[in-house]
């Protein structure tokens, strides 16, 4: 393994970020938590947190949470742990709710969650224009800062959740949030909150401890000569990233402090993200089918998404040249079908799992590292 090898995300922790969010004093910008959003926020110890005490804060009755299949194991469990029942909806290949699905099963949901995949804003107000006067919930666990026709991803809709682990952006460590947009759809938010437990000290001191030694463990070169492998292994046997847990409590006040407290250090990382993306897609070829945003949307471009029927190959090959690319949800179906999902359901979803890659485009990528990625890519993604 390549000792210089590009991780899939970039982890900003550093000792400096965390103190400097600890102790210094709120800083005065346009970023979504200032003012008529401050309020509006509960912090967890998970978006999946955040996600079950939304649906569990809207009535006692069983709902139908209208979903892609295509997300993560945690948010089909936030479904279940709320005694609801899951519809799964289709997507299209950028990434997007398939509308005819969506116009299909719509008299079948009461609440829709629409997920901003990959940073990509989704088509808003058409769904909107579907779905009425229903509850919608975005899901930005990969979406922040990200926007759509001018407004953040997590303002459009009665609510939204954010994710900030260390392989999110932004990764300020184990944590999450939401956003409550329409307080009057969520009449039980209250007590459902109440009912959660408080992180104790020494778990927050453990928390942050194991986050500062991971994000130094990200870094090269001990990623390529020692996190890799590692955690590689350590995935075959535990759930080491938590991926799969559903232990619920509210925040660590030291993650949300550093997370209020940063706004010049994630206006940075956003715009070099999305420097990285406009110069890769110019590197690309024809023939590699990846996701152009229209001037509609400005994507955070938290990780870089391409189809390709040769997508392990390409896989070998970047991670040869010391590129860590990712095989992002690639078990969505697998997990789906714990949870009730019938083989041909959503046709589509079934296609992506097949060829979807993601290569990083983030803060620690190069003018030179793209060029290699946009190199190999041309060559193996046809």
């Known amino acids: 393994m390549k000792t210089n090898l590009i991780p899939r995300f970039y982890y900003t922790l550093s000792f400096f970020t965390y103190f400097k969010g600890l102790f210094l004093k709120k800083q005065d910008s346009n970023f979504l938590f200032r003012s008529k959003y401050d309020n509006n926020i509960l912090h967890f110890n998970h978006a999946r947190t955040g996600l079950r005490t939304l649906l569990s804060s809207i009535s006692n009755e069983k709902l139908n949470i209208g979903i892609q299949v295509y997300t993560c194991h945690t948010v089909f469990q936030a479904i279940r742990k709320a005694g609801h029942n899951i519809v799964f909806i289709d997507l299209t290949d950028d990434f997007k709710l398939d509308i005819t699905d969506i116009k299909h099963k719509i008299k ?178 024809n023939s590699v089918q990846f996701n152009n945003m229209e001037d509609s949307s400005s994507p955070n471009y938290y990780v870089f998404p391409i189809l390709t029927q040769k997508r392990d190959l390409l896989y070998n090959k970047l991670l040869s040249n010391g590129i860590e690319a990712g095989k992002h949800f690639q078990n969505s179906i ?35 590292d793209l060029h290699k990625i946009a190199t190999i890519i041309n060559k193996y993604a046809k």
Not at 150 to 168: Q, V
Request: aromatic share 12%; net charge positive; with cysteine.
């Open 334 to 368: 697998v997990w789906a079908k714990e949870f009730g999902y019938q083989e041909g359901e959503c046709p589509n979803t079934e296609s992506i799992i097949e060829r979807i890659i993601t290569v990083p485009i983030h803060f620690g990528v190069t003018k030179n």
């Open 108 to 285: 079948d949901i009461d609440v829709l969650i629409v997920s901003h995949t990959f940073g990509l804003p989704d088509n808003f107000n058409l769904i909107k224009k579907i779905v009425g006067n229903k509850i919608i919930i975005e899901d930005c666990a990969h979406s922040f800062l990200s926007k759509y026709k001018e407004k953040y991803t997590g303002t459009l809709g009665d609510s939204a959740i954010f994710s900030t682990g260390l392989g999110k952006f932004p990764a300020v460590g184990a944590g999450g949030f939401i956003l409550v947009n329409n307080l009057n759809k969520f009449p039980l938010l209250d007590n459902e909150f109440k009912k959660i437990t408080k992180f104790k000290l020494l778990n927050s001191l453990k928390d942050f401890i194991k986050t500062l030694i991971l994000s130094i463990m990200m870094k090269p070169p001990l990623y390529g000569l020692i996190t890799y492998k590692l955690g590689k292994a350590l995935d075959k046997k535990m759930d080491f990233g938590n991926k799969f847990s559903f232990k619920e409590y509210k925040a660590n006040s030291w993650s949300e402090k550093v997370l209020k407290n940063n706004q010049p250090l994630f206006d940075k990382i956003l715009l070099k993200q999305q420097q990285n993306a406009k110069k890769l897609s110019s590197l690309l070829n």
